[in-house]
């Protein structure tokens, strides 16, 4: 199973960072863009939910159960979807972020293979572009900086603490400042015919 986590598009709200080099309505096309790309990528090969931070229209195409994420941190609304998930009978569950149009469906396969308790997909940044796990504990996300250099080693060492195995997919990058435009752009994983593209080619960054 894959939960995909969504902030609601609001300009001015979501992927500030982009925005302050595309403009703020901009960077929301680009980021509900980013969201049916990778939709696409998980559907028709995953039973798929879609857990949002608050209410919204968008993504009507997008045909799966919709959930809202709980209060606290990330790591406290991941606990809550994944234990919901394994209770209901899922041997594993998969947690993918929404930052990364041009994620390979190679990489999610590869996220939800291997038999270690919990498997994480390590971003350049330092921190994960998404989570499978097959079992949890409480303190797993105990003491974690999220959006830190920290966060996937920080995760690893307090899954590891709690007794879990831990395995790593394979690397990938999120999209979160101008400059990662450029790099998206000239991806040969970017579906050229996908949502983010038309967005790119409208601020012509992409031929």
């Not at 606290?72 to 234990?83: I, K, N, W, Y």
């Not at 796990?133 to 409480?138: K, L």
């Amino acid at each position: 199973m894959v939960i995909l986590f969504a902030r609601a598009p609001v300009a001015g709200q979501v992927k500030t960072r982009l925005a302050a080099g595309v403009g703020a309505e901009a960077a929301a096309r680009l980021y509900t863009a980013f969201v049916r790309d990778v939709a696409a990528r998980a559907s028709g090969r995953f039973s798929v939910e879609l857990h949002l931070d608050e209410p919204t229209s968008a993504w009507p195409e997008i045909d799966c159960l919709r959930r809202l994420q709980p209060a606290g941190d990330l790591g406290v609304r991941m606990m809550q979807a994944l234990a919901e998930a394994l209770a209901r009978g899922f041997e594993r569950v998969a947690i993918l972020g929404t930052d990364a149009p041009d994620l390979p469906e190679a990489h999610i396969d590869e996220l939800l293979q291997g038999e270690s308790d919990v498997r994480l997909g390590p971003a350049e940044d330092g921190g994960f572009w998404g989570i499978c796990c097959r079992r949890i504990v409480d303190t797993m996300f105990d003491g974690v900086p999220w959006s830190s250099t920290r966060t996937l080693e920080a995760t690893e060492a307090a899954c590891r603490h709690g007794g879990l195995s831990v395995s790593l997919a394979s690397v990938w990058a999120d999209v979160d400042e101008p400059i990662d435009l450029q790099r998206l752009a000239a991806s040969a994983s970017l579906d050229l015919a996908g949502p983010t593209a038309v967005e790119l080619r409208a601020l012509n960054l992409l031929a």
